[in-house]
């Protein structure tokens, strides 16, 4: 992004990470800074700091789950095992870091790769207990 200010054109970067350690936690952070490094930095550290943990089912998800994030909507569903991870862009990234295999997933309405990781993760929070998913 470039603010021009009465010194110049001001340039600001923003960096999105996630982090997780591909055994059911995943956490994502959105910093900015003058340089790319210093963004990645800030991003690292606000990630780190919201790591969440999730539910999984040998390897995939326990049951069917959808949420809503500003503009972004996102589906996600269990596969069978083996069949691997079937979603696109940043869900696919979110998925794979949380510890996913296979799972079958749907992105609707914003492109926008941060809101897309954001409801990833709200869909991902929204897990119930294998438990409590056969007594419902």
Do not use: W
Not at 61 to 83: D, F
Not at 111 to 120: E, F, G, P, Q
């Amino acid at each position: 992004m470039t603010r021009v200010t009465k010194g110049g054109k001001q340039m600001s970067f923003r960096a999105c990470i996630v982090v997780g350690d591909r055994h059911g936690r995943v956490g994502e952070g959105t910093g900015k800074g003058r340089d790319v490094q210093i963004a990645m930095e800030k991003a690292v550290r606000l990630a780190k700091k919201h790591v969440v943990r999730i539910q999984l089912v040998n390897g995939t998800i326990p049951h069917r789950t959808e949420a809503k994030y500003k503009a972004t909507s996102v589906l996600i569903k269990p596969a069978p095992p083996g069949s691997g991870l079937i979603c696109g862009g940043a869900m696919r990234i979110v998925l794979n870091l949380a510890g996913v295999e296979s799972a079958s997933g749907k992105i609707f309405g914003g492109k926008n790769k941060i809101t897309t990781v954001r409801a990833t993760i709200k869909a991902l929070c929204a897990l119930r207990a294998p438990r409590a998913v056969k007594a419902a």
